[in-house]
């Protein structure tokens, strides 16, 4: 029922996307002492798509042949942040863990925002409901 309301459709997409966020950026902080790892990030969310989601299923390629390379299936969401050569550790590590922390600092305030405009939609519609 909800889900057809375009505010909270939004708002529950980008808490999801804040949601998936900070597990990849977990897995950063956790790998911070791990050789040669690269920190990883999600794609921003561009709410232009969010509105013109259409609900189709996402073509994925498959091998219909024994002798087909099979594809390596990632998630298309996750991408591997650039390493730049001033902030590796000399095992290889590119994790600052300052920056990691910011991340998830901006995520967690973006989450209460959307929250919050969740809830006063909610409440809205409580109130319309009530009084009709």
Known sequence: MFDKIDVLAMATKKMDWLAE????LAENIANSDTPKY????LKPLD???VLQETGQPAVLPVATNPRHIVPQ???PNVVQT???????S???NAVVLEEQMSK?????AAYEVASTLFQKQVSLLKL???EH
């Open 21 to 24: 966020r900070q597990e990849v």
């Open 38 to 41: 690269t920190p990883r990030d």
């Open 47 to 49: 709410f232009k798509s």
């Open 73 to 75: 299936m990632t998630d």
């Open 82 to 88: 650039e390493k730049k050569a001033y902030e590796s």
């Open 90 to 92: 000399p095992d290889g």
């Open 104 to 108: 998830v600092g901006e995520d967690r």
């Open 128 to 130: 319309v409901t009530i």
